[in-house]
């Protein structure tokens, strides 16, 4: 056993009970096999492969990469069946020389580079969803692995709770025997009920926040809300590894998010090098061949000509240039908007890098000091109120003590891996972390 007090022997049942919680919140697993345990990292795996929203943005990539194909091709060309030139009232061909049925194809090239540039643009544009795609991947899984942490702490302090529920009954026990033979108040036993029927209802809270956090979890999974999830009783905390430095210079180099923002700024500017190009017209050319009836003193020979159609580039009202311009102010927007970003990310790692820091010297505090002091006072403290030598107010401060430090520790052990998936999530890094069946 733990914390220092494996070489005293107890004869105090209560102290026993203790002692047991205290161990069970820094122990091995034991009650709960391995096989029965969900792996975090599986279930994130699971989620991102069945879910629908992760479909449907794959969807979406694969219809702008069919668009860019597309763009590649020339337009299809245009056939005509023309009745032209005949007498409107009598609609024959062989009353007028002029008369005749013609027929046409025709095809329009464009500019040599203008295909390009479209492709361009849609190819950017492919590039970015594919990175928001990556990004939604990372976000998910994060959010899969933190809900099952959170999971994880809920049972955690059911458990805990439950077995504080047992401790006050020993101390019920220990001051009704007192009770009994007139040494403590009414008011005393009261006390402590109602601490037993507070943390009852304590777990009510955590029945319902286990039945919420399963059902998130599996609703990510695209699978059944109530499949149940296997949670470890106990894991150890996870000390940080990086540096706030490294974690930037990582989230700079993979986090989805900045590269989807690189790509967006350069499918705009792919835009606006297109927007300069389309002020320069395609080329239509064409050929056609008229079939023609004799109408004397024409014999009715059948007539082929060809053309050639440019569209003026005049754009007097300079819309290409204004176009143009408006998809550089935009490429230029979303470069501010990455360098925000980029702030953003920089704030939010030192914070949560923090904080994993606090939560680990808080676990490893509380481990090897506070818990086992608050376990020496409880049991002191009842050998001495068993005598007359202490009041009941220490007593039960005692135990409200030790039930405190026993959530504080669940707590601060579990914030170690939320914190830690948080961190490598900001900065695009998320991998398996150590030990994450609690083993």
């Known amino acids: 056993m733990r914390m220092g007090t494996s070489r005293r022997r107890f004869s105090n049942p209560l102290l026993i009970a203790a002692l047991a919680m205290s161990a069970v919140a820094v122990g091995p697993i034991s009650a709960m096999a391995s096989e029965d345990l969900d792996d975090p990292v599986v279930l994130a795996e699971q989620a991102v492969a069945r879910n629908p929203g992760i479909d449907a943005l794959e969807s979406r990539i694969a219809a702008l990469e069919s668009r860019a194909r597309a763009v590649q091709r020339f337009g299809d060309p245009v056939f005509a069946l023309e009745y032209s030139n005949v007498p409107w009232n009598t609609w024959a061909l062989d009353d007028s020389p002029m008369s005749g049925v013609q027929l046409k194809l025709q095809q329009t090239f464009p500019l040599p580079g203008k295909n390009r540039r479209r492709e361009a643009v849609v190819l950017q544009d ?3 969803r594919r990175w928001e795609l990556e990004e939604r991947k990372l976000q998910l899984a994060g959010k899969v692995q933190e809900a099952y942490w959170t999971l994880a702490l809920t049972r955690q302090l059911q458990a805990i709770t439950t077995k504080h529920i047992d401790l006050v009954d020993s101390l019920l026990e220990s001051v009704r025997a007192k009770y009994q033979t007139g040494s403590v108040g009414q008011h005393d036993l009261l006390r402590l009920q109602v601490l037993r029927d507070r943390l009852e ?135 501010q908007t990455r360098l925000s970003v980029v702030d953003q990310i920089a704030d939010m790692l030192a914070s949560s890098l923090a904080a994993w820091e606090r939560a680990a010297g808080k676990a490893e505090f509380y481990l090897g000091k506070l818990i086992p002091d608050a376990t020496t006072t409880l049991d002191a403290t009842l050998t001495a109120y068993r005598v007359d030598r202490a009041d009941f107010a220490s007593l039960y401060q005692a135990e409200l003590q030790l039930l405190e430090f026993d959530r504080a520790l669940r707590e601060a052990v579990v914030e170690t891996r939320i914190r830690s998936i948080q961190v490598e999530t900001l900065a695009g890094t998320l991998v398996t972390v150590s030990g994450s069946k609690g083993e």
């Open 201 to 335: 209802d304590d777990l009510k809270d955590f029945t319902e926040r286990d039945r919420s956090l399963t059902a998130t979890i599996n609703a990510a999974l695209h699978r059944e809300v109530t499949t149940p999830i296997g949670t470890p009783e106990t894991v150890s905390p996870v000390k940080p590894t990086w540096t706030l430095e490294a974690l930037e210079s990582a989230a700079s180099e993979h986090r989805p998010w900045l590269k989807q923002l690189e790509a967006e700024a350069n499918a705009r500017r792919a835009a606006a090098d297109l927007a300069r190009y389309e002020r320069w017209s395609d080329v239509t050319v064409w050929a056609g061949y008229r079939i023609r009836s004799a109408a004397a003193p024409d014999p009715g020979t059948d007539f082929f000509s060809v053309g050639v159609a440019v569209p003026l580039p005049l754009d007097f009202l300079g819309r290409s240039s204004a176009r143009a311009a408006e998809e550089r102010e935009s490429a230029e927007a979303i470069e």
């Open 126 to 128: 492919t590039e970015a």
